[in-house]
Each structure stands twice: as structure tokens, then as C-alpha cells.
């Protein structure tokens, strides 16, 4: 059960951090560039059909995973071992993660245009940076430690 949940784990963080990737990478500046929000509406609304369901499997099996790892839920933020502190980074990765989503949602995507792109980008540029720390905190924790 550990490799399936490890290997759909990795899976979701692939597209995850993949999406985020391109979004910010190629579409992002072509966007800024051209002055276009459509590029980024049209680009979301086919990546949330994976990226939402990916993130959700990410959440599941990390959950799994850390209960794995370290049983006790209150030692995630103890940061008193390498692994309390990976699990405890990579939970607030996700907190973080959740406000940027959760503000661009109700705050900017509604409202998404020209003039407000360059607020939509200092939420996707984070939100790219928490991917990537995840997967490099993820790493660290299958591979004795980067923390």
C-alpha cells in the first residue's frame, strides 16, 4: 500500500508542479506581454480539470503518508526530527498554497483583465515557487533530509 500511495503521491505532484510550471514559465509572460487575461482563463480552465484533482490526490496520499511516517498529527509541527520538520514545511507549503488560491479565486480571477494580470502574476509566481519547494522538500524526505 506505501508504494501505491508514494507513487500516486509523486503522480500528483508531477502535474502539479508541471502545470504551474508552464503556467508560469510560457503562458504567464506571453500574457503580461501581450496584455491577454484570456491566455491564462483559457489556460486554468483546461489545467483545473487535472491540476485540482491532482492537488486533492496529493493532499490524500500526504496525509496517508505522513500518518505513516510519524503517527501522532500533533508532532507535524514539532519540527523536533527530520521528519516532523519535512512534514511540518511541507504542511505549511500547502497553507500558503491555500491563501494564494484561495485570494486569486474570490479576489482577482473574477475580475481578471489586462490591468489586473500583473496581480494574478504575484500569485501564480509563489504558488509556482510552493510547488517546486515541495517537490524539493519531498525529495529531502525520501532521501535522508535536506531540512
Do not use: C, N
Request: glycine fraction near 8%; charge should be neutral; avoid cysteine.
Amino acid at each position: 500500500m506505501y508504494q501505491l500511495m508514494l507513487i500516486l503521491h509523486v503522480l500528483g505532484a508531477t502535474v502539479w508542479t508541471g502545470g504551474h510550471l508552464v503556467l508560469a514559465i510560457t503562458i504567464l509572460p506571453q500574457a503580461l506581454r501581450r496584455r491577454d487575461a484570456e491566455l491564462i482563463l483559457s489556460f486554468e480552465s483546461r489545467y483545473e480539470r487535472v491540476g485540482i484533482p491532482a492537488l486533492v490526490i496529493q493532499v490524500v496520499t500526504g496525509i496517508w503518508l505522513a500518518f505513516r511516517m510519524l503517527p501522532d498529527p500533533a508532532a507535524w509541527f514539532g519540527f523536533e526530527t527530520d521528519v516532523a520538520s519535512h512534514i511540518g514545511v511541507k504542511l505549511l507549503l500547502l497553507l500558503l498554497t491555500a491563501a494564494f488560491a484561495v485570494d486569486a479565486r474570490m479576489r482577482i480571477i473574477p475580475h481578471l483583465r489586462a490591468e489586473t494580470l500583473p496581480s494574478l502574476a504575484w500569485h501564480i509566481i509563489p504558488v509556482t515557487i510552493f510547488s517546486v519547494l515541495f517537490v524539493v522538500v519531498g525529495v529531502g524526505l525520501g532521501t535522508g533530509g535536506i531540512l
